[in-house]
């Protein structure tokens, strides 16, 4: 007895066999190590707040406040910074608050 064949749906396109290749192994460059070994993204991410604290200390006396926040913010995308790069969940803006929150001078 022959098998029967399934009939294909005409509006579905068949679909093909994926096929799995295997990836080689990552190699460590030398900008995710440390003298003390592997830099992890913890690391990268405190290096990354100390680099946006500079940048923001930089910025002249009066020109620190709670709204020249959302100005340095603009600064920074206008400029592409790889300073935004940082892990957050949310939005930029709001982690960069979380990382100026100890920098920023209170409203005259």
């Known amino acids: 007895m022959r098998p029967s064949r399934r009939r294909r749906c005409p509006s579905r396109p068949r679909q093909r066999a994926r096929s799995v290749r295997r990836q080689a192994p990552r190699r460590a460059t030398q900008s995710c190590w440390d003298e003390s070994g592997p830099l992890t993204s913890k690391h990268r991410t405190s290096e990354l707040e100390q680099q946006i604290i500079r940048k923001w200390l930089e910025r002249p ?18 400029q592409q910074s790889p300073l935004l790069g940082f892990p957050y969940p949310g939005d930029k803006y709001q982690g960069l608050l979380a990382i100026l929150r100890d920098h920023i001078e209170p409203d005259p």
Request: proline share 6%; charged share 20%.
């Open 61 to 78: 006396e009066g020109f620190r406040s709670g709204p020249d926040v959302l100005a340095f913010y603009g600064e920074l995308m206008l």
